[in-house]
């Protein structure tokens, strides 16, 4: 697979500071220390392009990376962090469901969990927020070289629970920054639903 041109943009805080040059975006979300900029940074082939950290919750924006200049890569502030304020995650709150509920140039949402632990109450309630939305939304499951194929197994049956619960029937991907596990899956989701909407 050739390596992705990938920058950095910008990152944003307040809606009326999305980009609006509607290119199509694909969102990175999930829980704090999850891994979502190791899997950016592996699915781009570009280390340290998104800045990954010791210390969970660094990401208090959404940061916008363009790629192949034609769609954009948003990584979400990870979810349930306790050191930061009640105040600042209401209004990362905030932001997040509007963006995932209104953003037009939504095309794909990710979805990571964490394949070493079952879904947490806020990825269930993740899958609440994404459930009957527009947008194509699929599960990522990271980390999974470093559990068992057991494990992984284990993992893959017990988000599709939780989304058979809710009525949801949508793919899980396990994957890996490490190995490379699963990525050409989720470029294959990201080409398909980008095609011909740049």
Do not use: C
């Amino acid at each position: 697979m050739k390596k992705p041109a990938a920058r950095f943009v910008r990152s944003v805080t307040r809606w009326e500071d999305l980009p609006d040059d509607g290119l199509p975006e694909v969102a990175f979300a999930g829980r704090s220390n999850v891994g979502k900029s190791s899997l950016l940074n592996a699915l781009l082939r570009a280390p340290g392009l998104a800045r990954t950290s010791s210390t969970p919750g660094k990401t208090r924006q959404l940061n916008f990376y363009r790629v192949n200049e034609r769609l954009y890569f948003v990584d979400l502030p990870g979810y349930g962090f306790a050191r930061t304020s009640q105040a600042e995650r209401r209004l990362w709150g905030r932001l997040i469901t509007r963006y995932l509920q209104e953003r037009s140039a939504l095309a794909l949402v990710v979805h990571l969990i964490d394949s070493r632990h079952p879904p947490t109450p806020l990825d269930e309630a993740m899958m609440d927020l994404m459930r009957g939305q527009h947008v194509p939304y699929l599960i990522a499951l990271t980390k999974a070289d470093k559990v068992s194929g057991n494990r992984r197994t284990q993992a893959v049956r017990e988000v599709k629970q939780a989304l058979q619960a809710r009525a949801m029937e949508v793919p899980v991907i396990p994957t890996s920054a490490h190995t490379g596990l699963g990525l050409r899956d989720l470029w294959r989701w990201i080409e398909q639903v980008t095609v011909g909407k740049t």
